[in-house]
Structure formats: structure tokens, C-alpha cells
């Protein structure tokens, strides 16, 4: 490790809390340098949902490659381009009833967010922005701004302006009525909030602390948005692609967004790629108002067209991610009911334990990698052990995972299901 310590920025971070030096990848497992395997609950933080190396994208993008197809392009026409549209299209967006038009903005979900960000100023000719509590929208400043968490918001050096937070459902307990204090800022001239472009929201809140929003929340925050003439953002970077289940994590509440940012796993084969999805009308950019070098990420468009013609052109995917999702899901309601100071949550293959004493949850994913299981914190205080395997997970893989949280777990805190 010698050479990361001395070479690379203090920036790195997952390096820190995994030591190794990883080499070879497959499927739900990764092998260091001295063969050593690691199951695979992290993936890349959602962008490895079809799994390491997946043989059918590999096989797709090595064809392309070496009949050397386009690798970059800007935004110019390719084939691979194409191909890619008319299958999103096909595969995704058609057998939904959705119609959007789709922006290239750049390889990471930030740029989807900034661009979105950007749009909805220019569409209404309003500054600010509504986001919520514990959310996270990327690393940029735009981004940054929308995004609750202290530590990452205090890296931008700068006052973030433009955006005014509003709380996470349950973010007050249950206390007060959904909205209530939105809609009465929205509504009373007095209340000093500036009229809104947006809002921007995930539907499950992943770095946040796996922070799960109920249908109904998500559609009266629908409606809120349609009587005060908001457009409503859908942050889909990481729980989009069927993390959830279905592919987009908005369908279960029933609500059609305004705009969609989607990027991690869009390009099926952890290759940097991002859309922003946006209602046609919307479509008021000047040409090359929002650019970048990297926006046609050809690799990924060959990837994320076979992806979706594998995976999404019929629902043995969704169905998988539900059933071992909620198997999951009761696996980790049996440790938290037997633990004390431990809270399950979670949604489809996006998982948690959270722990009254923040550092435990730390300490659980220190003793699940010692264990050789890759899995990370998030949340406020990094309070939630999180599970996020890759959709393509065997149930064999699923129970070996489980063991080593439940083993992991008894050897923190003591007792576990």
C-alpha cells in the first residue's frame, strides 16, 4: 500500500477502509493481489448492478472494440449512439408511456444533476432550489449545494447558495403533517422563501442513510409541486436501474418527473456514463449551452444497449431484486429484533442497519471485510451499515453475505439473530 500512501492525495477514502490492492473482478466477487476473494456488497456504490465483468457486456464491448469501433466523439453521431437511443427507447422508456428527451451531460451523475439544475433557472427564470434534508446529489458545486451533508458541503470553500433544504419524509418522526411547513412557506408572501424552479429529491436516500420515502410522500410531493408550478427533479443516479426493483425507483409511487438524472449503473459495465432525462418541452437549450469532452462515452452506449436488451426486455431482473431484497430485508429485521440500538431498512436491493451508536456500524463493516465482504457506511454519521450487492447476485451469494453480516454484527455488539 506503500505507493498509495505516498503517491496518491489524502482525498482517497475506500482504499482506507479496505487495505488491499484489488486485481481481478467477477461477477459478485473480488480477488487482491494474492488471490484473497471478496464478496461484492458494495458494487461499486450502485454502479455495477449487473456485476463485475459481466461476460455478456464484456463480450459485446470486446466485439466493438476490436472492429474498432468509435471511442470518442463528443456529441457527434455514431452508431453506437444510435443503437443505444432506439434500444433506451424501446426497452425503457415506450413500455412505461414516458416521453423524454435524453441529454448526454457528461460521464457522472453530478453533471446530470448540474445540468438539471441548470435547466430548470433557464426554464422558469427562478434561482432557487428545493432539496431535503440528509439528501446527496454529487460533488460539484451545484450539486453540492442541494446535498445536507456538513462535511462534504464544507469542501466547497464557498458559501452554497440558491437552494433552501426541507425535510426527508419521517424526518420529523411522523410529528407534523407531510409538508406542512413547505406548503405554508410556499403559500405565505411573508416567509422570506424565494419562489422555487424545483425541487430535487431521491426516492430512497442512499448516502443519506438509507432513508426510504413512502409512495404516497412522493406523490403528494407531486402534486405540491404541480399547484405551485415547481418542476420536479428525480436524482435516480444511484437508486435507478433497477436497484429498487423496477428499473426506475419513482414507478412504484406512480409519478412521472419533470427531469430524471440517471448515470452508475446506465452503462451496465461500470463504465462513466450519464443521462439526463427531460419532458420535451423543456428542451430549451441553445446548442452547446451545457457541453464536456466526455459526454459520448461510445464503450458505455455498446454496454448499456446490451444491458438493457439482457435485462430489462422482460421482468426476471425486477422480480429477483424484489424477492431477494426482501429476503434481505427480513434477514436484517431478524438482527435488528434481536440487537438492541439496531434499526432495519431499505428498499429492494438497497439495504441497512442502523445503529444508535454511529461507530458501530464502522466497526461492523471493519469485521465483514475482515471476513472477506466488501460493504460501507453512510448516513449523517456514517451510522448505517450498508448493503448494496449487485442485481445479478446468486441466492447462494445472498445467504453467504448474511452470514458474514450476522457474524459481523454478534462480534460488535454482542448478540445478533
Request: charged share 25%; net charge negative; aromatic share 8%.
Amino acid at each position: 500500500m506503500n505507493v498509495f500512501e505516498t503517491l496518491e492525495s489524502e482525498v482517497r477514502s475506500y482504499s482506507r477502509s479496505w487495505p488491499t490492492v484489488f486485481d481481478r473482478a467477477s461477477g459478485t466477487w473480488l480477488y487482491d493481489a494474492d488471490g484473497k476473494p471478496y464478496l461484492d456488497f458494495f458494487a461499486g456504490a450502485g454502479a455495477l448492478n449487473y456485476g463485475h465483468n459481466n461476460p455478456i457486456l464484456k463480450r459485446a464491448l470486446i466485439d466493438y472494440l476490436e472492429r474498432d469501433g468509435v471511442t470518442h466523439a463528443l456529441d457527434m453521431g455514431t452508431v453506437a449512439k444510435r443503437d443505444f437511443l432506439t434500444t433506451f427507447r424501446d426497452v425503457v422508456l415506450s413500455p412505461r408511456g414516458l416521453d423524454y428527451k435524453v441529454q448526454f451531460p457528461g460521464p457522472t451523475g453530478a453533471n446530470s444533476v448540474e445540468s438539471a439544475l441548470k435547466l430548470v433557472r433557464k426554464v422558469t427564470g427562478r434561482e432557487s432550489i428545493i432539496n431535503f434534508t440528509n439528501a446527496f446529489h454529487g460533488m460539484t458545486l451545484g450539486a453540492l449545494s442541494v446535498t445536507g451533508n456538513s462535511m462534504k458541503r464544507g469542501g466547497a470553500g464557498i458559501p452554497l447558495v440558491h437552494a433552501t433544504p426541507m425535510p426527508y419524509d419521517n424526518f420529523l418522526d411522523g410529528r407534523t403533517p407531510d409538508f406542512l411547513w413547505f406548503e405554508r412557506l410556499l403559500e405565505d408572501s411573508g416567509s422570506g422563501l424565494n419562489e422555487p424552479a424545483a425541487v430535487i429529491v431521491e426516492t430512497v436516500q442512499g448516502e443519506g442513510g438509507i432513508n426510504v420515502a413512502r409512495p404516497e410522500w412522493l406523490r403528494a410531493l407531486a402534486e405540491l409541486c404541480k399547484r405551485h408550478e415547481m418542476l420536479l427533479i428525480v436524482d435516480d443516479v444511484q437508486m435507478g436501474c433497477g436497484r429498487t426493483g423496477p428499473f426506475f425507483s419513482f414507478e412504484a409511487a406512480g409519478i412521472v418527473p419533470d427531469i430524471v438524472c440517471l448515470s452508475k449503473s446506465i452503462g451496465g459495465y461500470g463504465l462513466p456514463m450519464a443521462l439526463t432525462l427531460l419532458r420535451p418541452e423543456l428542451d430549451v437549450w441553445e446548442p452547446g449551452e451545457h457541453n464536456g469532452t466526455f459526454r459520448g462515452n461510445n464503450p458505455a452506449f455498446i454496454t448499456a444497449a446490451a444491458a438493457l436488451q439482457e435485462y430489462w426486455t422482460s421482468d426476471l431482473l425486477e422480480k429477483g431484486t424484489r424477492a431477494k431484497g426482501e429476503h434481505i430485508g427480513r434477514a436484517l429485521e431478524s438482527i435488528a429484533e434481536s440487537t438492541p440500538g439496531v434499526e432495519a431498512r431499505g428498499r429492494g436491493l438497497a439495504r441497512g442497519l442502523a445503529f444508535d451508536v454511529p461507530e458501530q456500524a464502522g466497526q461492523v463493516c471493519r469485521a465483514a471485510f475482515e471476513r472477506g465482504m466488501l460493504m460501507e457506511t453512510s448516513g449523517p454519521e456514517s451510522e448505517v451499515a450498508k448493503l448494496m450487492p449487485p442485481l445479478t447476485v446468486t441466492d447462494e451469494e445472498v445467504e453467504r453475505g448474511l452470514s458474514i453480516v450476522t457474524d459481523a454484527v454478534r462480534s460488535v455488539c454482542g448478540k445478533a439473530g
